[in-house]
């Protein structure tokens, strides 16, 4: 069973940067693909980011320049690292940030606010 958190969100100045974590749990097919998804207040949730089994990422356009995901595999017993470094953020970054596995699983999301 697919198990993810996220964490690292908070309030931020624009053009700042934040970098959001993903601890995931589960099996290496589970975990092969894994994206970052994005909701604001009253517009549905939308695609930031995603790394396939190729290994490439790829961004929205929104987004494309300013935000790095990376991953990092789980070694022994730890568990998998997704990464959404973000800079230069804008307002229209606001949001609350999820963690998924392009199979349905999702995790609890971490709120990114940016405001002066």
């Known amino acids: 069973q697919v198990h993810l958190v996220e964490s690292g969100g908070g309030k931020v100045q624009p053009g700042g940067s934040l970098r959001l974590s993903c601890a995931a749990s589960?099996?290496?097919?589970?975990?092969?693909?894994m994206a970052w998804y994005r909701q604001a207040p009253g517009k549905q949730r939308e695609w930031v980011a995603d790394?396939?089994?190729?290994?490439?990422?790829?961004?929205?356009?929104s987004v494309k320049d300013r935000f790095t995901m990376s991953r990092a595999n789980a070694r022994d017993n730890a568990r998998t690292m997704i990464y959404l470094q973000m800079s230069d953020l804008k307002p229209e970054d606001t949001a609350v940030y999820y963690c998924n596995n392009r199979a349905g699983a999702w995790g609890q999301g971490t709120q990114v606010t940016v405001s002066s």
């Open positions: 790394i396939l089994s190729d290994g490439i990422p790829r961004y929205a356009a």
């Open positions: 589960g099996s290496i097919e589970e975990l092969s693909n």
